[in-house]
């Protein structure tokens, strides 16, 4: 990361440096989690499934964050600077608040199938940050046992399986689709936007 940071401050001037890091963050985090999910599928070892749920988790909040904010720039920036200076505000709200204003941008009343892919897009986001948190918060993740021969696992360590980790892949695919599908509703209602490549912010498939 720090090599990429170096080659982009070569070759644009430092105003734009900031900007071309922003647009580059969730590549960045995307690869880190192809990276450890390979490692991890060679290895079976159980520190590269914990950064393979972290860097997920982390590239799909960095997804969201910066694709709303491009949206929010390229339709409101001008001529509705007030709403991009207000959303430039609030950057700080999680993802669940920025996810339910952004709809009311784009509608006077939002439609049940837009408001659909919103609540599709909450409630998976929630399940995998539901499991990176319990690592990146130092949950316990190990096994026990008692005198009385009971066993069991702590609720982390369960969570350590390739099963989950197709889940959570499913989870963020379901995400992502329903976020090409939000992007397919409001680019109608858009001026700006029309004018440039919508692909470059939709989700690719894990």
């Given at each position: 990361?720090?090599?990429?940071?170096?080659?982009?401050?070569?070759?644009?001037?430092?105003?734009?440096?900031?900007?071309?890091?922003?647009?580059?963050?969730?590549?960045?985090?995307?690869?880190?989690?192809?990276?450890?999910?390979?490692?991890?599928?060679?290895?079976?070892?159980?520190?590269?499934?914990?950064?393979?749920?972290?860097?997920?988790?982390?590239?799909?909040?960095?997804?969201?964050?910066?694709?709303?904010?491009?949206?929010?720039?390229?339709?409101?920036?001008?001529?509705?600077?007030?709403?991009?200076?207000?959303?430039?505000?609030?950057?700080?709200?999680?993802?669940?608040?920025?996810?339910?204003?952004?709809?009311?941008?784009?509608?006077?009343?939002?439609?049940?199938?837009?408001?659909?892919?919103?609540?599709?897009?909450?409630?998976?986001?929630?399940?995998?940050?539901?499991?990176?948190?319990?690592?990146?918060?130092?949950?316990?993740?190990?096994?026990?046992?008692?005198?009385?021969?009971?066993?069991?696992?702590?609720?982390?360590?369960?969570?350590?399986?390739e099963v989950q980790l197709d889940q959570s892949k499913a989870d963020v695919n379901v995400l992502g689709l329903a976020w090409n599908e939000l992007l397919d509703a409001?680019?109608?209602?858009?001026?700006?936007?029309?004018?440039?490549?919508?692909?470059?912010?939709?989700?690719?498939?894990?």
């Amino acid at each position: 990361m720090v090599n990429l940071s170096f080659n982009v401050s070569d070759i644009v001037g430092v105003s734009d440096h900031v900007k071309m890091e922003t647009e580059i963050d969730a590549v960045i985090y995307r690869r880190e989690f192809e990276q450890h999910e390979q490692e991890y599928l060679k290895t079976k070892v159980d520190s590269e499934l914990i950064m393979t749920f972290i860097c997920l988790q982390i590239y799909i909040e960095c997804f969201l964050h910066q694709n709303m904010r491009r949206i929010i720039d390229l339709e409101f920036k001008p001529p509705c600077d007030a709403v991009a200076t207000k959303w430039e505000q609030d950057e700080g709200r999680y993802v669940y608040a920025k996810m339910d204003e952004f709809g009311t941008l784009f509608f006077t009343l939002v439609p049940p199938s837009v408001q659909q892919c919103i609540t599709l897009i909450k409630d998976n986001f929630s399940n995998v940050t539901d499991i990176r948190n319990k690592f990146a918060h130092g949950h316990k993740i190990s096994t026990w046992s008692d005198s009385d021969g009971n066993i069991g696992t702590t609720p982390a360590k369960s969570l350590l399986t390739e099963v989950q980790l197709d889940q959570s892949k499913a989870d963020v695919n379901v995400l992502g689709l329903a976020w090409n599908e939000l992007l397919d509703a409001i680019l109608p209602q858009l001026q700006t936007l029309r004018c440039v490549v919508v692909d470059d912010l939709k989700f690719k498939n894990l």
